[in-house]
């Protein structure tokens, strides 16, 4: 299976994303869609996993769940909004990767892409840093990979040029 993989959109899923994304066999959204527009726009492109963000408004909240426990292609995936990094983990998504042991934990929120694997629980934290134009990231990212018999591999970085951010205020 070819994952495309993005978080806080906040309201935007632009050419350069849809670009990235055209030979993935599905994308999966780790929260702050911005409205169910952008997830019905996702969805329409290409099937849509995704959980809803602490941005994101009860239109959203009725389609999409806190969290998601999928198989894909022989991993057991956690996906959450908020969720930390290993050692720092948010107190609710370490209770559901204690309880699940997933062998992928994805999460967004941060706005910092990051993969690390957490030894201590034999998974690997995926988060796909920032999709969207607002916050204080300056470079727009997401990522692909695949998921074969139960490996990850072939996982490339999505960077847009830097911008200049949309705060809240303005």
């Keep these: 299976m070819y994952i495309g993989l993005l978080s806080d959109t906040h309201g935007i899923f632009d050419k ?22 952008v997830a019905d726009e996702i969805a329409a492109f290409k099937p849509l996993k995704g959980v809803f963000g602490n941005c994101d408004g009860a239109d959203v909240r009725l389609d999409f769940r806190q969290y998601l426990l999928f198989d894909c292609s022989g991993m057991k995936v956690l996906m959450t909004h908020i969720g930390g990094y290993p050692g720092r983990y ?28 957490d030894t201590k629980r034999n998974m690997l934290v995926i988060n796909p840093g920032a999709a969207g134009l607002q ?34 205020t303005e």
């Design 135 to 168: 916050g204080f990231h300056v470079v727009r990212t997401a990522l692909r990979f695949r998921i074969e018999n139960g490996d990850i591999k072939d996982m490339e970085v999505f960077e847009t040029e830097k911008f200049r951010p949309v705060k809240a």
């Design 16 to 37: 350069p994303f849809r670009d990235f994304f055209e030979p993935v066999d599905e994308i999966w959204h780790a929260g702050d869609f911005g409205s169910i527009r």
């Design 90 to 117: 948010d107190p609710r998504a370490r209770a559901l990767i204690d309880e699940y042991r997933p062998d992928i934990f994805v999460c967004g929120h941060s706005h910092i892409l990051k993969v690390v694997n």
